[in-house]
């Protein structure tokens, strides 16, 4: 079982820096995982780090749901039953957040389904743009419950959080093979402290653009 610690501030690229020669600050990634993995966790930090914006889809959802928006009501009911609000919604969400976005981001929990891949792509066509990488945060199902449970959120309650494991299964995990046949995915164990799983994407990121 991991630790939670203060990630590494040593020995990694400050914002505005470069990784693997380009400027960090334009990096494209997403960050695929299970729930309860720790892409929220790790993607505070990176984005701070890279200089980049953190996009987290679950986050957007509940500002919708806590403001009362008409978006909000629409999803509150899926998020706390563990369900997946429908793609075509997803997808004005995501476009409308990624138009405010200049140079490069850090995608939360966006995509979740081949469809939302399939969509995220057409949206950076039409930017001239594409993915620089995909990091898969993997850990074993029974952390994945311990840790949910005690993050304590309205959907964190055992049979949700099942219920959320087996989507992930079904329409998350098909974006392994998507992202592994693009090579763009790279896998990091995140049954790891936090400064260790974080240690792991840096160095993930210092490789993109090596193995094309
Ligand atoms: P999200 O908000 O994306 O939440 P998550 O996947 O449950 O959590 P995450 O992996 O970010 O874990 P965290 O860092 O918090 O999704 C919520 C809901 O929104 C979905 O179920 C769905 O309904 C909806 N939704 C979102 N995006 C969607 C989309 N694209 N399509 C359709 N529906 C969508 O970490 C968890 C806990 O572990 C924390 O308490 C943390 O402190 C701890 N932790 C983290 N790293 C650790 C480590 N290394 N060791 C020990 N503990 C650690």
Do not use: N
Request: glycine content about 14%; hydrophobic content about 40%; proline content about 5%.
């Amino acid at each position: 079982m991991a630790e939670a610690a203060e990630p590494p501030s040593g020995g990694v690229e400050a914002a505005g820096g470069r990784i693997a020669g380009r400027p960090a600050s334009s990096l494209k990634i997403v960050l695929l995982g299970p729930p309860g993995a720790g892409k929220g966790t790790q993607a505070e930090f990176l984005a701070r780090t890279l200089g980049i914006p953190a996009i987290s889809t679950g986050e957007l959802l509940r500002e919708g749901a806590k403001a009362g928006s008409e978006l909000g009501r629409r999803v509150a009911a899926i998020m706390t039953s563990g369900g997946l609000v429908d793609d075509a919604t997803m997808a004005e969400v995501v476009r409308e957040r990624l138009a405010q976005c200049g140079g490069g981001f850090l995608l939360d929990g966006y995509p979740r389904t081949v469809p939302q891949a399939e969509t995220l792509d057409w949206i950076l066509a039409g930017k001239d743009a594409g993915l620089d990488g995909v990091l898969l945060v993997e850990v074993p199902e029974e952390e994945l419950v311990r840790r949910t449970l005690a993050r304590g959120r309205e959907d964190d309650r055992e049979d949700v959080v099942r219920a959320r494991l087996r989507v992930y299964r079904e329409k998350t995990e098909p974006l392994i093979g998507y992202y592994g046949a693009r090579r763009l995915l790279h896998r990091i164990d995140g049954d790891r402290s936090v400064a260790e799983v974080t240690s792991q994407m840096l160095d993930a990121l210092g490789t993109l653009g090596l193995r094309s």
